[in-house]
């Protein structure tokens, strides 16, 4: 049985698994998911390939009823269980692509990669606005607020300065 997409890419045995041993890599990931995507990106693995990699680990254990995964690593078991389109959510997520080194400008750019297509009676772009708001919410509470530019006019010079 081949893995999931996004998984097997990430350090699950490549070729033929055995559910089992598929069942064991998705709980070693759920325990200790810095491990994973910090080799990921040891390896050259971008930010965007570590948000598909968790997503697909979580589209894995919301398919099969029968995980129970003890102790998981309390960031992913918050992005887990959160609905995408909360803040909880992204924190958690975000959370854990900062503790594996990534920068702001890499989640931001893999967030904008990642854009959702429309919901129920929502237009894409009203769908779309609504995921940033959440997703720029959730990367203000991990890395901060961003520095803020602002034009001065002293001594009738225009000059950009960053709080």
Known sequence: MKGPSGIADAGCPMGETSKDDMRKFIERVVRDPLHYLITGRRNGKSCLDCVLFLQAVRD???????????????????????????VEHHVALYDLLKSAGYSRIDVNAALLDFLPVERGSETRGDTVRSYLAIAGRALDVVFGQPPRETVSHAAGADCLTVD
Not at 73 to 85: E, G, I, M, V
């Open 60 to 86: 894995e254990i919301r398919s099969d009823s029968s995980y129970a995964i003890a102790n998981p690593s309390p960031p992913y078991a918050q992005f887990h269980r959160s609905s995408n389109c909360t």
